[in-house]
């Protein structure tokens, strides 16, 4: 005869986390990617979080720690340089808050902005996007300014002119009003990722005011006194 439990045993989960931030990383990745067209290369296999930035194709690396003394070798990792930036976007006229690698921010120096670096047309250049850097050349390819760049330079190489297709997050062809819907519902994300990073700025500078305010002495050492006025311990 099996034994049930009379009364329901509830869990409790000591987490301060959003849902929606706790969710793991594929179930996030599907959910930002429903409906973008697909990403010929598909997500990273190997460094997840290369999925929500532009990482430029790196990821973790791991070696050996050697001593110079007795040549023993220890096992370490070198974590790619990611910083979290606010990068000018011309054709959505705003800032854009992105997870972005020390290369690739060179890169988009150099290129002359984050659009041109997202609209690269090369392969390295896709493959490097990443599915970040993907789902951010859809939004900016949907921009009425990027449409006119590239019907002005069709124009300047003699070819007819393409009939206006409006692609949606699904990867097909919609109307002008649900590619509207589309995109401010892609904008409201961006805007949310905003939010939560600056809360998570403004926690950061908090804490580090408190660990000052700990009050006066905190972590000051204390003057040694000479041997002839330390007290004496009678044993």
Not at 170 to 197: F, P
């Amino acid at each position: 005869m099996a034994f049930r439990c009379p009364f329901r045993i509830v869990r409790r989960t000591f987490t301060t986390s959003n849902q929606q931030q706790a969710r793991s990383a594929a179930s996030r990745l599907d959910h930002i990617h429903k409906a973008i067209p697909a990403y010929h290369y598909g997500p990273s296999p190997w460094y997840k979080q290369s999925n929500f930035g532009l990482y430029g194709s790196t990821r973790i690396q791991f070696g050996n720690k050697v001593s110079e003394k007795n040549e023993i070798k220890t096992r370490r990792k070198w974590r790619p340089n990611i910083r979290s930036k606010r990068l000018w976007s011309e054709s959505l006229n705003r800032f854009i808050r992105v997870k972005v690698h020390a290369r690739v921010l060179r890169t988009i120096d150099k290129v002359g902005g984050l659009d041109e670096y997202l609209l690269g047309d090369k392969a390295a250049r896709i493959k490097d996007l990443g599915m970040g850097g993907w789902a951010l050349r859809w939004r900016i390819m949907s921009t009425d300014a990027v449409r006119e760049r590239f019907r002005k330079q069709r124009a300047e190489m003699g070819l007819p002119a393409l009939e206006e297709e409006r692609i949606g997050r699904h990867g097909h062809v919609v109307s002008g009003e649900t590619l509207k819907g589309e995109i401010k519902e892609y904008d409201r994300e961006l805007e949310d990722e905003e939010q939560r990073a600056e809360r998570e700025d403004v926690e950061d500078v908090q804490e580090g005011d408190e660990d000052e305010n700990l009050g006066p002495g905190f972590m000051e050492e204390e003057p040694v006194q000479p041997a002839d006025e330390r007290p004496r311990v009678n044993m």
